[in-house]
Nanobody, 121 residues
Framework: QVQLVDSGGGLVQPGGSLRLSCAASGSIFSIKTMGWYRQAPGKERELVATITSGGSGRTTYADSVQGRFTISRDNAKNTVHLQMNSLKPEDTAVYYC?????????????WGQGTQVTVSS
């Protein structure tokens, strides 16, 4: 069984910072891409950032977080982090870790359970 566990959410004031983490475990042979999505109340789930596992790790960011959020990964530990700075109230959402990986079950996309981020004064 493959499992993604994300953590690190919480309540923070506007302008503050949070660091999310996600660890993948199970019978994983290789991970192609890891990333973060978020879903705010009444809105569709949207991409926040992704990072590939090969080479130096190619990253992509949503325009709304570019320059404020930084995604990083530790291939040896099958983990990904999202450093979020200069947080705004509109960043409030449930953040979900995701990974496209190859395991004993074949290639598939997996999701964490989600962690709540609330930006409010």
């Amino acid at each position: 069984q493959v499992q993604l566990v994300d953590s690190g959410g919480g309540l923070v004031q506007p302008g503050g910072s949070l660091r999310l983490s996600c660890a993948a475990s199970g019978s994983i042979f290789s991970i192609k891409t890891m990333g973060w999505y978020r879903q705010a109340p009444g809105k569709e789930r949207e991409l926040v950032a992704t990072i590939t596992s090969g080479g130096s790790g190619r990253t992509t960011y949503a325009d709304s977080v570019q320059g404020r959020f930084t995604i990083s990964r530790d291939n040896a530990k099958n983990t990904v982090h999202l450093q979020m700075n200069s947080l705004k109230p509109e960043d409030t959402a449930v953040y979900y870790c995701t990974a496209r990986l190859y395991s004993g079950y074949g290639t598939g996309d997996y999701w964490g359970q989600g962690t709540q981020v609330t930006v409010s004064s």
